[in-house]
């Protein structure tokens, strides 16, 4: 079984929906946990990390079960700059980081 | 901050040459990992480093790849000899102790 998985998608939702994508792990010690985003032909870069008590960020919201080993990320009001591949990374402990395999977003005019 | 820096960004080469990849990371971070990106396996962790030490090499493919880090502010990974199934986008990341990673741009590499 698979550290981390998700959601591959494609997600294509008009500009101004709200769009959310969970995220499943499977080691229940895991630590910490973190959403990237990656643009096309670009580099991941963190987007934001998540905490117990769930966070939120602007328009994006993060928040972590972990009675049911799901992160999820919700996006309110997509623009169109928010079309990437969104990904969930899992840390189990030190620098041991699982990433997904993404899921991607395109939000239409 | 200039961020992790890494050379080339796009390197073409024929099946069996040598191909070194370059990685400068973010001064202050102690921790350096190598990922290699395909479509069909996404991202897949080579090897990192703490304080330029190799702590974890699992992932490293075979023995055709090695990487060093021969001091806080370098590291290469070398593919010799290269073949097609190498091409992807390989990227060198780093951060502090347990951080999140901050990723370079990437070196797009095609094994003709």
């Known amino acids: 079984r698979k550290e981390v998985e998700q959601d591959p998608g494609p997600f294509n939702v008009p500009e101004g929906a709200t769009v959310a994508f969970n995220c499943t792990y499977s080691n229940s010690a895991s630590q910490s946990f973190f959403w990237y985003r990656q643009d096309c032909r670009k580099e991941p870069k963190l987007l934001m990390s998540v905490y117990s008590s769930g966070n939120e960020d602007g328009r994006f919201t993060a928040q972590l079960n972990r009675a049911s080993q799901y992160i999820s990320l919700l996006i309110r009001d997509s623009k169109l700059s928010d079309s990437a591949t969104y990904l969930c990374v899992v840390n189990k402990a030190g620098n041991q980081f699982y990433f997904g395999t993404g899921t991607s977003l395109t939000v239409i005019p | 901050d200039a961020g992790v820096i890494q050379s080339p960004r796009h390197e073409v080469t024929e099946m069996g040459q040598e191909v070194t990849l370059r990685c400068k990371p973010i001064s202050g971070h102690n921790s350096l990992f190598w990922y290699r990106q395909t479509m069909m396996r996404g991202l897949e962790l080579l090897i990192y480093?703490?304080?330029?030490?190799?702590?974890?090499d699992s992932g490293m493919p075979e023995d055709r790849f090695s990487a060093k880090m021969p001091n806080a502010s370098f590291s290469t990974l070398k593919i010799q000899p290269s073949e097609p199934r190498d091409s992807a986008v390989y990227f060198c990341?780093?951060?502090?102790?347990?951080?999140?990673?901050?990723f370079g741009p990437g070196t797009r590499l095609t094994v003709l």
């Open positions: 990341a780093s951060s502090v102790a347990g951080g999140g990673r901050v």
């Open positions: 480093f703490n304080n330029n030490v190799p702590i974890d």
